[in-house]
């Protein structure tokens, strides 16, 4: 069992920044791969980016290329987004989650999530 717990998120400013970290504990190993989704209001979840926890791998969606940036520090069982250059439509609740195999990309393929923090970027 792996439980994750999201911090970080908050109210900002179109043009600011936010970092969210993830902090992972229970049976965490190195064949997960560690995801950021978000979901707003009346929308479906969503792919932000992705990272593996044993050599750092990651991919992103394109809404997040240049902007966001995923990293992990494995010595905390933690995962962090740095979200840059905000923009209105990045305001949704911004979830954690890992997995074992299957789908980078799709929610589907995570077995354990967090809570979710809310990220809100007012105009």
């Known amino acids: 069992q792996v439980q994750l717990v999201e911090s970080g998120g908050g109210l900002v400013q179109a043009g600011g920044s936010l970092r969210l970290s993830c902090a992972a504990s229970?049976?965490?190993?190195?064949?997960?791969?560690m995801g950021w989704f978000r979901q707003a209001p009346g929308k479906e979840r969503e792919f932000v980016a992705a990272?593996?926890?044993?050599?750092?791998?990651?991919t992103y969606a394109d809404s997040a290329k240049g902007r966001f940036t995923i990293s992990r520090d494995n010595a905390k069982n933690t995962v962090y987004l740095q979200m840059n250059s905000l923009k209105p439509e990045d305001t949704a609740v911004y979830y954690c989650?890992?997995?074992?195999?299957?789908?980078?990309?799709?929610?589907?393929?995570?077995?354990?999530w967090g809570q979710g923090t809310q990220v809100t970027v007012s105009s």
């Open positions: 990272i593996t926890w044993s050599i750092g791998y990651t």
């Open positions: 989650a890992a997995r074992k195999s299957g789908s980078y990309y799709d929610p589907r393929s995570y077995d354990y």
């Open positions: 229970g049976r965490t190993f190195s064949g997960n791969v």
